[in-house]
């Protein structure tokens, strides 16, 4: 089976715009929420059997109304509580896939960032063959500007190679059996600095694969990027 999961756990607005968390904002002309726009994405892709939303406990029901008032509500949508970061929320998730049956050899859960509502079918669909080829996959583009190391803060301790770096987006996407099994073996340590699923898999050498994302699937995170978003929708049909 194919899961999606949209991490919406955050309950923090660094944007300062309204009192909502920043999945919640509306944008566009529509003033649809952040979160309905991406939702939409993922229901646009007729292989998932279920796409949950990770959302914090204390907006579960906010984002059922909304499902509700964008006429989105069908049986695939389950929203379950999310986790106090990305990582625990995705794990959250898959506490909730398993509740509802045995996840078997070869299932895959794709996990995209609620705030980047520019992702594309064709992210999606190539994320999805990308986890079933190789157990795991990172949506990236290639890094554009040179990128300096410094440890203290203060001085340039290295600059890596370009062609070689690439900026990570999301979705990504894993073989779910092999992701838990993974994660599981970390230790608690490492667990904490984890900050990013595909580091679960990097950190025992096991590869992930690459999967070209697009310079529009932005995350929104300042009032900069959702000035930007604004702008995309302004120019781009939806």
Request: proline share 4%.
């Given at each position: 089976?194919?899961?999606?999961?949209?991490?919406?756990?955050?309950?923090?607005?660094?944007?300062?715009?309204?009192?909502?968390?920043?999945?919640?904002?509306?944008?566009g002309?529509?003033?649809?929420?952040?979160?309905?726009?991406?939702?939409?994405?993922?229901?646009?892709?007729?292989?998932?059997?279920?796409?949950?939303?990770g959302?914090h406990?204390?907006?579960?029901?906010?984002?059922?109304?909304?499902?509700?008032?964008?006429?989105?509500?069908?049986?695939?949508i389950?929203?379950?509580?999310?986790?106090?970061?990305?990582?625990s929320?995705?794990?959250?998730?898959?506490?909730?896939?398993?509740?509802?049956?045995?996840?078997?050899?070869?299932?895959?859960?794709v996990?995209?960032?609620?705030?980047?509502?520019?992702?594309?079918?064709?992210?999606?669909?190539?994320?999805?063959?990308?986890?079933?080829?190789?157990?795991?996959?990172?949506t990236?583009?290639?890094a554009?500007?040179?990128i300096?190391?410094s440890?203290?803060?203060?001085?340039?301790?290295?600059?890596p190679?370009?062609?070689y770096?690439?900026?990570?987006?999301?979705?990504?996407?894993?073989?779910?059996?092999k992701?838990?099994?993974?994660?599981?073996?970390?230790?608690?340590?490492?667990?904490?600095?984890?900050?990013?699923?595909c580091?679960?898999?990097?950190?025992?050498?096991?590869?992930?694969?690459?999967?070209?994302?697009?310079?529009?699937?932005?995350?929104i995170?300042?009032?900069?990027?959702?000035?930007?978003?604004?702008?995309i929708?302004?120019?781009?049909?939806?």
């Open positions: 089976m194919i899961f999606g999961a949209i991490v919406a756990g955050g309950v923090g607005n660094r944007m300062n715009l309204s009192g909502l968390p920043k999945q919640f904002l509306p944008l002309e529509s003033k649809k929420p952040i979160i309905i726009h991406t939702l939409e994405k993922f229901l646009m892709c007729d292989k998932f059997d279920y796409i949950y939303l959302v406990k204390d907006w579960t029901q906010y984002a059922e109304e909304l499902i509700e008032k964008y006429g989105l509500k069908n049986e695939k389950v929203i379950t509580p999310g986790g106090a970061d990305r990582n929320t995705i794990f959250n998730i898959i506490s909730a896939i398993e509740k509802r049956g045995e996840v078997r050899d070869g299932d895959i859960i996990t995209h960032d609620a705030v980047r509502p520019f992702l594309t079918l064709r992210m999606i669909n190539e994320n999805i063959e990308a986890a079933k080829n190789c157990g795991a996959c990172d990236v583009i290639p554009v500007d040179t300096v190391e440890k203290d803060g203060k001085l340039i301790t290295a600059v190679n370009r062609k770096l690439y900026q990570g987006q999301t979705p990504q996407s894993f073989d779910i059996k992701l838990k099994k993974l994660y599981l073996d970390l230790s608690e340590e490492e667990k904490s600095q984890m900050t990013d699923a580091g679960v898999f990097v950190a025992r050498n096991e590869p992930v694969e690459l999967v070209m994302g697009d310079t529009f699937n932005i995350k995170t300042t009032v900069s990027d959702y000035k930007i978003a604004e702008a929708l302004g120019g781009m049909p939806e």
